[in-house]
């Protein structure tokens, strides 16, 4: 895809110049590179395209203040970067209630994994790699999209890590890293999934499982195969798991399903009408100026859901709730995703036995347990405070009785509400929560995912905390409260 330096220094140039046609060029080299990065960070979400064309309407714009022009390709993929970030900080900020809310549902048809797959011809353990990135985090999924074209031959190490923010090159190796790993396991889990017949303690491990891959479920998953000797000999097979990168070399971009760049100065309704809803003033004079070289990229929109348990920024507001999940599938998914496996596979000779409520005793293993973790990161242990456990617990209790999960109640209250009206005075706080385990050990262990649960319960900030749990129709729900008191 790499257009010449030499081509690209003189094309920004002509286009600071005003010539159109320097800018169309531009846009045609650029744009599936933009495309991919902000496709696949957003696997794809309806907000993809809009993004895409307000990256290109900003860096046309901003050519003037761009002082060396042999950096346009790193300039440029810095933009599409912050606008993937504006969109995640919106999402989790503004709760969109009622039917406004229909805009962040999924569309198979715009999966960008699928779109992957189907475009490049993916097959074997590179068609296993796309469906592994399902599995991810939030959080990995921007590194994602720089990583994958770093390993295509389409960015630089330099490029990816100002993408990420300009941080340093040795940091960003060491984030790299920590994805990758996260990656495997989801190659891993995968392959246990896909396994015919299905190991039955795996199959167990699965059954409350909704068939939407996720972070929590690969932890889970992934805790299955560290003991089962038969799900690692399935994952190994006889010629064991390729290293990634040498899958995904060679690998070309994901072209964009319609890529029909204007030649005259009218823009696209359907550009200008999203330019105008969804840009400041001085980028929409900018989207009339230039937005004619914006290509439309066609329909790529899927929404990868905030895990419902994922972390509240302390003191920011909590995300909406997600929709609720639908039910197990009772035949195999298609094949765009990770099939939930059937109850015909391996059909239990008897009813599973209930699953065990938790006790005081067990809510407060938890807070011990995460005491411990605390001591080795060198943090003082959390002092239970009887108002945070009575929020947590009604918080729990109201989850369970009204059928919700999330950080958002249906009226749209969060928890900074819920641990002031139990008469506690904060300065921070935070909120965990998890679905589906009785087990102490198994909340702590969903929760210490490198990421935003683990840490809130590391941070050092938080001195009080309360635990709660209560028995709920889609399995038990945990509910973990940590503050810092303001004075």
């Not at 396994?195 to 491990?205: H, I, Q, S, W």
């Not at 399903?257 to 550009?271: C, H, I």
């Not at 004619?292 to 709730?321: F, I, K, M, N, S």
Request: glycine share 8%.
């Amino acid at each position: 895809m790499h257009i010449d330096e030499g081509r690209t220094t003189a094309l920004v140039e002509a286009a600071r110049a005003g010539d159109a046609q320097a800018k169309d060029a531009l846009v045609r080299a650029y744009l599936p590179l933009v495309h991919n990065i902000v496709g696949r960070a957003l696997d794809g979400h309806a907000d993809t395209d809009d993004i895409v064309q307000e990256t290109m309407v900003r860096a046309l714009d901003g050519l003037t203040g761009l002082r060396d022009p042999a950096r346009f390709r790193s300039w440029l993929v810095a933009i599409a970067m912050n606008g993937v970030r504006r969109r995640w900080r919106e999402h989790r900020q503004a709760p969109v209630p009622g039917l406004d809310g229909a805009t962040h549902l999924a569309d198979p048809a715009g999966d960008f994994t699928e779109i992957t797959i189907l475009r490049l011809g993916l097959s074997g353990q590179r068609r296993d790699v796309a469906r592994a990135t399902r599995w991810l985090d939030e959080e990995d999924r921007e590194l994602l999209a720089l990583w994958w074209l770093e390993a295509t031959g389409e960015l630089t190490r330099a490029e990816l890590a100002e993408g990420l923010g300009g941080i340093s090159t040795q940091h960003a190796a060491v984030r790299v890293q920590r994805m990758k790993e996260r990656l495997e396991t989801g190659r891993a889990v995968v392959r246990a999934l896909d396994a015919v017949p299905l190991c039955p303690g795996l199959a167990e491990t699965v059954t409350a499982w909704d068939g939407r891959p996720s972070p929590l479920w690969r932890k889970r998953v992934a805790r299955h195969l560290r003991t089962c000797d038969d799900c690692a000999a399935r994952v190994a097979g006889r010629r064991g798991l390729a290293p990634v990168e040498g899958l995904l070399v060679g690998l070309g971009l994901v072209p964009p399903l319609a890529a029909a760049v204007m030649d005259g100065p009218t823009p696209v309704p359907l550009a200008a009408e999203t330019v105008s809803r969804r840009t400041p003033a001085g980028l929409r004079r900018a989207g009339l100026a230039g937005a004619a070289a914006v290509a439309v990229l066609g329909a790529v929109a899927l929404l990868v859901p905030q895990e419902p348990h994922a972390r509240v920024h302390p003191g920011e507001p909590a995300a909406a709730p997600p929709a609720a999940p639908s039910p197990a599938p009772t035949t195999p998914a298609p094949a765009t995703t990770v099939a939930a496996p059937a109850p015909t596979t391996t059909p239990p000779t008897t009813p599973p036995a209930p699953r065990p409520t938790p006790t005081p005793d067990a809510e407060e293993r938890v807070t011990g347990l995460v005491n411990r973790l605390r001591a080795e990161r060198g943090c003082a242990p959390l002092r239970v405070d009887p108002r945070l456990t009575a929020a947590a617990r009604g918080y729990a209790q109201d989850m369970a009785a009204r059928g919700y999960f999330g950080h958002a109640s249906p009226e749209g209250e969060h928890a900074d509400k819920r641990i002031t009206a139990a008469g506690y005075d904060w300065s921070a706080w935070a909120e965990n929560l998890d679905r589906g385990t009785a087990d102490p050990a198994s909340v702590v262990d969903d929760w210490t995912d490198g990421a935003m649960h683990e840490e809130n319960m590391l941070d050092c900030r938080y001195r009080d905390t309360g635990v709660a749990s209560a028995p709920g129709p889609g399995g038990t729900i945990w509910v973990q409260k940590l503050a810092a008191p303001l004075s």
